[in-house]
């Protein structure tokens, strides 16, 4: 007798079932209309992101956490609050990109829908119930990327980075499906809550769900650059196009973290005491990797690059504390992460439209000239090194507290021992701009929709830095309807 077919439940898949349609027609109109109207892609795709985002609240709003697809697709707390940052995530390195690709004659809707396309796989692990449609997922949000990193077709920075990043993707993909395939073979399922219901009743932990468990992490660590799984990220963050390595730089990381939270807490919570010494020793790793490594660098990307993988380390903590503090302390910087993240960014390509270069003495005297946008890339630099009262501080004293509360004391005194030596890089930015004697005239020019990303990146940093009480209320929240 055939067996029934899941209930399926499609006003939980709205979101991505809107998102799709969005990206093909964009796609078909990019096809269909003339070389001087791609520019409205932009705008259409933006203004689709946005009425998502404002559906899905809508929607979502007091609706009980539920499953369908016959429990591959999760609807709860978490992958809404995660998939709005993903939206904002995407919106803001498009906003970005628009003055980019006219200035490079790279002007065209593909760019738009690739993101759009990304944007959808990095939603669909968000809310994956089961690990095919994590894999799917990843390969949905990680194959228009590698495309987006090498778009600058001319440029053979950017083919070298599509090109590493592709293989190096491809790779991690394989042993993420392999480990899939190693917990399917231990448990018979590949439905987490189901995996997590087996692993839990068997009498003896499997050598082959351990050794699965390992390959999957190693997989998702990959996309969140976390040491020593890092060896893609400064040279892809350095020749991607600025917008794209904006988009690289939080995107993926967001949705990691998601499938994180999925499988470590759901579906391999009674293998932690294997699981969290391995992440324990990736964050050691990720926090001596970027604070070291940043400080030879004198490209900002690559900068910004080693410093993204410090701060995937202190996300790591926040994971391996398995408390709530912890989880929420791992929302938290993820909000804020955004902003910083895109704020510099947004910087670092208005200088580079206005003729200055990714090196960092390029920015000597920036001060003199142009004070607000000196004033901007402080308050970006002064957060990320975590100091107050700017949101990075709030989001690394919620993960070292909680690192205190679960008894993890030395793990903590390292963190805070690298975060000041990181401290260092950040400071030295601020020092070149202010300190140092002009080398240039900066002729920058600052669009409306980069004004706009810096208005909103500079309050957001500053305000959930003074008042951090509703992104804190919120992420508390996520994190009980979570537990």
């Known amino acids: ?85 993903l939206l904002v995530a995407t919106a803001f390195p498009l906003l970005m990109a628009g003055d980019f690709l006219r200035q490079h004659a790279l002007e065209s809707g593909e760019y738009f829908v690739l993101s759009l396309f990304s944007l959808l796989g990095a939603m669909t692990m968000v809310s994956a119930g089961s690990f095919l449609v994590l894999y799917l997922g990843l390969e949905l949000m990680s194959l228009p990327i590698y495309v987006l990193a090498a778009y600058q077709r001319d440029q053979l920075r950017s083919s070298e980075a599509g090109l590493k990043y592709f293989v190096l993707g491809s790779l991690a993909s394989g042993i ?42 190693i997989g998702i660590s990959f996309k969140v650059a976390a040491a020593p799984f890092h060896m893609w990220a400064p040279d892809v963050y350095e020749g991607a196009p600025t917008p794209v390595t904006a988009f690289i730089a939080i995107m993926p990381k967001i949705a990691a973290f998601s499938a994180f939270f999925r499988v470590l807490f759901e579906g391999f919570a009674t293998l932690q005491g294997h699981w969290g010494p391995m992440l324990q020793v990736m964050a050691v790793i990720s926090l001596a990797v970027g604070s070291l490594g940043a400080i030879a660098q004198s490209n900002i990307k690559r900068l910004l690059a080693y410093s993204s993988i410090g701060h995937v380390g202190f996300l790591l903590i926040g994971l391996i504390t398995d408390n709530a503090l912890g989880r929420q302390g791992v929302l938290f910087y993820l909000a804020i992460y955004i902003f910083m993240s895109l704020g510099a960014f947004c910087l670092v390509l208005v200088l580079n439209k206005g003729g ?29 090194a975590g100091i107050p009262p700017l949101g990075g501080f ?36 601020v020092k070149i701009i202010y300190f140092d004697p002009t080398c240039e005239p900066f002729a920058v020019k600052v669009g409306l929709s980069h004004q706009l990303v810096l208005l909103i990146s500079a309050l957001v940093v500053l305000g959930t830095g003074l008042f951090p009480g509703r992104l804190l209320a919120w992420t508390q929240a996520t994190v009980q309807s979570f537990l």
């Open 394 to 429: 709030i989001a690394k004293l919620y993960v070292l507290m909680a690192a205190v509360h679960a008894g993890m004391i030395t793990l903590a005194v390292i963190a805070v021992l690298f975060s000041a030596i990181g401290a260092f890089y950040y400071l030295r930015i």
């Open 176 to 217: 993420l499906l392999y480990g899939i395939s190693l917990v399917y073979g231990a448990t018979g399922t590949t439905v987490i809550h189901d995996v997590a219901t087996i692993l839990k009743a068997a009498d003896h932990v499997s050598p082959v769900a351990v050794m699965g468990a390992a390959f999957v992490v």
């Open 1 to 85: 007798m055939a067996s029934p077919l899941p209930d399926i439940k499609l006003v939980l898949l709205l979101p991505e079932i809107g998102l799709s349609l969005l990206a093909m027609t964009l796609l078909l109109m990019s096809a269909w209309l003339g070389k001087e109207s791609r520019g409205r892609i932009a705008t259409w795709a933006i203004a689709g992101i946005a009425l998502v985002a404002f559906a899905m609240v809508s929607l979502s709003s007091g609706v009980p956490p539920s499953t369908t697809l016959g429990g591959h697709f999760i609807d709860d707390q978490l992958a809404r609050f995660m998939k709005l940052l």
């Open 356 to 384: 200055v270069g990714d090196e960092i003495q390029n920015y000597a005297g920036l001060a003199k000239e142009r004070p607000l946008l000196a004033f901007l890339m402080a308050v970006f630099m002064f957060s990320m």
